[in-house]
């Protein structure tokens, strides 16, 4: 079993900052490509960021050159650095994890629960 837990969302006022992380747990042999997603209501869910197990690196057009993603591999864990925040970047931020993991070396995709961020003008 695997799972993932996220925190770090919340309010901030536009042109604000705030820090997602995502840390998954289980029965983990390695935890490939990572990544954010995000979720505005009546919209469809939609990659935000997303790195890969060797560092490389993809983002969503709307925010390049505002949000980082970043891994630390020892803790298997992902981070979303948000930066000059706007109000269309309010939505439920979801983690996504493509792990293989120890059961049989069977590659799993797992879902965090989401977390809200709000960013007010």
């Known amino acids: 079993q695997v799972q993932l837990v996220e925190s770090g969302g919340g309010l901030v006022q536009a042109g604000g900052s705030l820090r997602l992380s995502c840390a998954a747990s289980?029965?983990?042999?390695?935890?490939?490509?990572m990544g954010w997603y995000r979720q505005a209501p009546g919209k469809q869910r939609e990659l935000v960021a997303s790195?890969?197990?060797?560092?490389?690196?993809n983002y969503a057009d709307s925010v390049k050159g505002r949000f980082t993603i970043s891994r630390v591999d020892a803790k298997n864990t992902v981070y979303l650095q948000m930066n000059s925040l706007k109000p269309e970047d309010t939505a439920v931020y979801y983690c996504?994890?493509?792990?293989?993991?120890?059961?049989?070396?069977?590659?799993?995709?797992?879902w965090g629960q989401g977390t809200l961020v709000t960013v007010s003008s």
């Open positions: 996504n994890a493509r792990i293989t993991s120890k059961n049989a070396y069977v590659d799993v995709e797992v």
């Open positions: 289980g029965s983990i042999f390695r935890v490939n490509t």
């Open positions: 790195v890969t197990y060797g560092g490389s690196t």
